[in-house]
């Protein structure tokens, strides 16, 4: 049962992996019409969060969630929609220039190289999860495939 639950959270970050090459296909023709990749996601983070805002208070309300606000640090509530917005801007600057599927090799070669940063020091309460060779091995793998994607 546990390699069916793996599979289908594997799955599940495909997915999640998919609507961001399309997100950043659909922001770049934004930009092209705008002129503007901060115009582009101005508009995609403006609508993003009207329907975000609209189902995270329908789940609060379903669930009873109270409101943690006062257990966050002052800087979470800024550090993520900012990191976003140096994301999605870049990838709509990056995307009609190199291309969607080297933005989005060297942004997943990004979020990985992140990532075992994060796992190997245990950032934001994580568990720490060691840096051993094959982690390191698939990261610069990861890496070529996006400069292959890139150059080739």
Do not use: H
């Not at 992996?17 to 503007?36: C, D, H, K, P, Y």
């Not at 994301?87 to 009609?96: A, G, H, K």
């Not at 934001?124 to 400069?147: E, V």
């Amino acid at each position: 049962m546990a390699t069916i639950a793996g599979l289908f959270l594997g799955a599940l970050g495909i997915i999640a992996g998919a609507t961001l090459g399309t997100q950043a296909a659909i922001n770049a023709m934004v930009s092209r019409a705008f002129g503007s990749p901060i115009i582009a996601a101005a508009i995609s983070f403006g609508t993003g969060a009207l329907f975000l805002l609209v189902i995270a208070f329908a789940v609060m309300r379903l669930q009873g969630v109270p409101a943690a606000w006062r257990d966050l640090p002052g800087w979470a509530f800024v550090t993520g929609g900012a990191l976003g917005v140096v994301y999605l801007t870049t990838v709509i600057f990056l995307t009609p220039r190199i291309g969607a599927a080297a933005t989005m090799g060297f942004v997943i070669a990004g979020q990985l190289l992140a990532g075992l940063a994060i796992d190997s020091f245990g950032f934001f309460g994580l568990s720490s999860i060691a840096l051993a060779p094959s982690r390191i091995l698939g990261a610069g793998l990861l890496l070529g495939g996006a400069l292959i994607l890139r150059f080739a």
